[in-house]
């Protein structure tokens, strides 16, 4: 009972097709509050199409989705935008900052969908800039910044909601090695300082690394056999 | 390095062009269909323009072939007695000569009147109807039964079988009309064959013999002959011969001239009316070039990967220019070709709202077919064709500059694009604009005065605006950025538009050219109207105001005898008649009206708006016939001013008349010059008037007479003051209709400019939209950012196409109307419409630009990021 209250996302049976290719085929896992988890897998796998479905960005052909308890798949958009709204943020590989924002403005947008008044959007803006080390940038473009500081900036935005889980495709895939090893680091400890469970999506064993647990995936499969558990 | 290759245009078309047509083909039939009303509009106009003129054919010629020389009196008409002197003079010549009445008719029966709505009266001939019976008679054998009990009946009369059918008449049918204000009763004898080798029969002809419509009018003239030379190798050689035996016979006395003549006079009358018109249909086809560039910058931002990697193969950037200018001519294709369909379609339109025009300002015209010819369907194809790629310059040069594959950004933003950036060239433009209105008008022609330099300053302020007010997409961008603090939509809307991307930049310049356009003939229309309606208090004096029935305010309309008016002046109710007729005259080469009026009830019961008090007759000069008084266009026309004299030729000998003062005329645009009514007589020999107005005695109830006036005389419209007035409003409406209907036009284009300029950018955001869903925003809220984006767009377009607007329309007031009309017309901007125009266009861009964005997101899949 009481793992079932602390799990934040369940997956069974997920299948997704392109035409008579299978992508993803019966997918079946769980990520309990705060924890970290790792899918990894060479390109092709169906990583993406995966990480896409949880998004919302896909409709799988069959499974479950379930979020918090509810499932997704097949509940009305409208309603599955409400429940994703500020629990379920993404980091991609390409960072996707709105590029006609500014940096503490790019941050502040999630809260801003929520409706959050200007003096906490103020306050929670600065801390997570802080914590990002970005505050003298934050009146910057996203033309202005590195490719370390577009995915700081990336991250400070997944978490300005304190989202419930994080979904985060190839984190480190356009940064140099030096990079990767400070978003991880930056990833890991603001995500479990926050309490947020955080599912990486990586071809990289550098990136799963430090993550409780990796998921091996392989022809749109997760190895069983495979699943590793860093901790316990 | 790759190695230089080349690509066929045909290719080009083939596998990437066209593809792309097919799979965007709601936006690319969406394009074509709004640059196929471009064209058209200005096709129809053109083609509108061309039917009026080619109306002022004589109509007679559908009956017996075109004349080849036309005699008329310059007094009020030639007398029958004569025509056997013009015979005589010609001492056996070979020519058919054919004297001819021209009258009008309205029906008096109300259905008949308003099934014949436009043109409101018939045209009736008297012609010698022996003399054309072999012409009526030999087409397809199919002789009229009667035909000769219909000679000399003053009661019979032969109709065109588009009039038969248009107010139900057959055979036998009685028609009663108002012929010269009286009422009369004819029967229709027989329906006109039509002459498959002319030109078809006007629609609102009918014919009666020639001595019967002497004999029913009581006239003892006709109102011209025309001459007909036999067809042969020496026919040029005849009509030279004629004409210069006509001119060495009656000189002086009769006036000589070729039918083309006459159409040329009404060309030329109209020019400027017409050349007015053009330039306005040319506001659908301007914006419509702003959507060629928008879509053509469009398919450049889509298909950026596509052109990398045709530079990764090797095709160099000039090659891709020109690949690209190819496509724009396709689009140039598609225009010209829709713009003949568009443009036929909307000529049916055009052309009446254009013949009504002519008829109430100008001159009777007979309503011709609008026809297309070679000439328009090559220019349909050149103006698509060249305005494409004038419009595709931009994006073309964009296309070539796109760096190979392995150079490119991804994710990278659309560019501004350079040129709306120079400030200083839209400042230059705006400055040399404005000193190009220091420049007199060109005048090819006496007479005609086309202000060029008006029409380059309103250019220059179109594109020099165009420029600037994309700066104003910046400053609304900004404002709406720091207005959406606390919400999303406005947040994310605003601050894409305070970083334009050219195809912000294009829509916007969509929008400022055609609010602009349209506000300001909206300016122009409102102070005409302002105007007018003045002019029309100061001089509608009178108590009640007689017309021929039918009577729409052309001088070649029906017209009413002066006995009737005797009769009225006759009455105990009645303190005085004026009484208004004009003729057309010439002085050096310039046409215009010369009209009589009762001077002695100037200053006592009559008014005129003086623009120039007329001057202490002891100013004039020692010699002269009459003292007149000149509307500004008339001065303006003919180069005359206040205190001139002036030599006109009359049946009486040449007249000197001194201008005494000047007058503002608000009726006719071809120069009114007034004399004292007993004068014209006198020079003229005329008892037959177009206006009369009648003032009442002290306490004579208005409404009793005029109800007593038109029981008493059925064939004459007797209105009172407000009731001319309304009447006189709604011709001035019915001038304006084509204005207003262009001007939606415009607006219709700007509109769907927007809709198209959304889903570009909707369509190239499909990533962002991605993000956008991911952050958590709903449909509605993506919506929402859409219609602030389209509304800021619009907002911005209309502030500064209001402005625009007003400035273009102080030019049309001040410059192009004054130096093509002759009219000094008062400012009056209309804020209320400007207000509900700017409410009614930013509340429908905000409803369609959400309707966008939802009907876009409604198909639209999530792209993977």
Known sequence: MQDKANTVLRVEGLSKAYGNQQVLNNLAFSIKRAERVAIVGPSGSGKSTMLNCLAGLETPDSGRIEFLGRDLVGMPEAEVTELRRGNLTSVFQFFHLLPTLQARENVEFPLLLENASRSERKEKVGELLEEVGLTHRSRAWPSELSGGEMQRLAIARALITEPAMILADEPTGSLDAKNSERILELLSKLAERHGTALLIVTHDPVASADCDRILHMLDGKLDEGAVEAQTS | ?865
């Open chain 2, 1 to 865: 390095m790759p190695g230089r290759h080349s690509i066929s245009v045909l290719t080009f078309w083939r596998k990437f062009t066209l593809r792309h047509f097919r799979e965007d083909w709601f936006q690319t039939l969406l394009l074509m269909l709004i640059l196929g009303l471009g064209v058209g509009t200005f096709l129809s106009i053109r083609m509108a323009n061309r039917a009026a003129v080619e109306g002022f054919r004589l109509f007679t010629d559908s009956l017996k072939g075109a004349s080849d020389l036309i005699i008329e009196s310059q007094g009020d008409g030639i007398p029958v007695s004569r025509l056997a002197e013009i015979r005589d003079s010609l001492e056996g010549t070979p020519a058919n000569l054919y004297p001819v009445i021209e009258v009008a008719l309205y029906p008096l029966d109300n259905d008949i009147s308003a099934r014949l709505n436009n043109p409101s009266t018939i045209r009736l001939l008297g012609l010698d109807l022996v003399q054309l019976q072999s012409l009526i008679t030999t087409s397809d054998g199919d002789e009229i039964s009667d035909f000769w009990d219909m000679l000399d009946n003053p009661r019979h009369l032969l109709i065109s079988e588009s009039l038969a059918t248009s107010l139900g008449l057959s055979k036998g049918s009685q028609l009663d009309v108002s012929i010269t204000g009286k009422k009369r009763t004819f029967e229709v004898t027989g329906i006109l064959p039509e002459f498959q080798d002319r030109t078809p029969l006007p629609e609102n002809l009918a014919v009666m013999d020639l001595p019967a419509l002497l004999n029913a009018l009581g006239r003892g003239s006709v109102d011209r002959v025309e001459v007909l030379v036999p067809e042969g190798s020496r026919k040029s050689e005849l009509l030279a011969k004629i004409n210069d035996t006509l001119i060495k016979a009656f000189d002086g006395d009769l006036l000589i001239g070729s039918p083309t003549d006459k159409r040329m006079e009404g060309a030329s009358m109209t020019t400027a009316f017409r050349l007015n018109l053009t330039v306005l249909s040319l506001i659908a086809l301007l914006v419509g070039l702003f959507l060629i560039a928008q879509t053509l910058d469009a398919t450049v931002s889509r298909r950026r990967k596509e052109i990398a990697t045709l530079r990764s193969l090797g095709i160099g950037p000039r090659e891709i220019y020109r690949l690209w200018l190819s496509e724009a001519v396709l689009y140039g294709l598609a225009a010209g070709a829709l713009g003949i369909l568009v443009g036929y379609g909307l000529s049916a339109f055009t052309v009446e709202a254009v013949t009504t025009t002519v008829r109430s300002l100008y001159k009777e015209t007979s309503q011709t077919a609008a026809s297309i010819n070679l000439t328009d369907i090559i220019l349909s194809f050149s103006i698509g064709i060249i305005g494409s790629l004038v419009a595709a310059y931009l994006p073309a040069r964009d296309a070539a500059s796109t760096p190979p594959a392995q150079f490119l950004r991804l994710g990278k933003r659309i560019p501004p694009f350079p040129l709306f950036e120079r400030t200083r060239i839209a400042f230059t433009m705006l400055v040399v604009g404005a000193l190009l209105l220091l420049l007199p008008p060109w005048n090819p022609e006496p007479g005609t005065n086309i202000p060029a330099a008006g029409y380059a300053t309103a250019f220059l302020w179109l594109t020099g605006g165009t420029l600037a007010a994309a700066f104003g997409l910046k400053i609304v961008g900004w404002l709406m950025h720091r207005a959406g603090g606390n919400n999303a939509p406005l947040l994310l809307a605003g601050s894409r538009l305070a970083q334009p991307t050219s195809r912000h930049q294009l829509a916007l310049a969509g929008f400022f050219v055609a609010i602009g356009m349209a506000s300001a003939m909206t300016f122009l229309i409102s102070s005409f109207e302002h105007t007018v309606t003045q002019w029309l208090q100061q001089r509608l004096k009178a108590d009640l105001f007689v017309s021929s029935a039918g009577f729409q305010g052309s001088d070649s309309g029906p017209k009413m005898s002066g006995e009737l008016l005797d009769q009225i002046e006759q009455l105990d109710e009645v303190r005085s008649v004026d009484r208004f007729r004009s003729k057309e005259v010439e002085y050096s080469g310039v046409l215009f009206s010369l009209a009589g009026i009762r001077f002695d009830l100037l200053g006592k019961d009559q008014e005129l708006l003086w623009l120039n008090e007329p001057l202490p007759v002891t100013n004039a000069p020692s010699s002269f016939d009459a003292v007149g008084y000149a509307n500004e266009n008339f001065t303006r026309r003919t180069g005359t001013g206040l205190g001139d004299i002036i030599d006109v030729s009359t049946p009486q000998g040449t007249k000197s008349i001194w201008i005494g003062g000047i007058h503002a005329d608000y009726a006719r645009d071809n120069g009114l010059l007034l004399v004292d009514l007993p004068k014209l007589e006198g020079w003229f020999g005329f008892n037959d008037y177009e206006t009369a107005s009648v003032f009442l005695e002290e306490g004579v109830p208005i409404d009793t007479l005029q109800i007593k006036l038109r029981e008493a005389y059925p064939g004459l419209t007797i209105r009172n003051n407000s009731e001319l007035m309304e009447t006189a409003l709604f011709i001035f409406k019915q001038t304006f209709s084509v204005t207003k209907a262009l001007q939606m036009i415009g607006l219709l284009v700007a509109l769907a400019g927007l809709i198209l300029s959304l889903l570009s950018l909707l369509r190239e955001s499909g990533r962002e939209l991605s993000l956008q869903k991911t952050l958590g925003m709903n449909r509605h809220e993506i919506a929402t950012t859409t219609a602030f984006e389209g509304c800021g767009v619009a907002v911005i377009g209309m502030v500064s196409g209001l402005f625009l607007g007003g400035m273009l329309g102080l030019v049309l007031i001040y410059v192009i109307n004054r130096q093509s009309f002759g009219w000094t017309l008062q400012a009056v901007y209309p804020f209320l419409d400007s207000v509900l125009l700017a409410v009614a266009v930013v509340l429908l861009a905000l409803t369609i630009s959400y309707a966008t964005g939802r009907l876009y997101l409604r198909k639209w899949r999530p792209e993977l990021i």
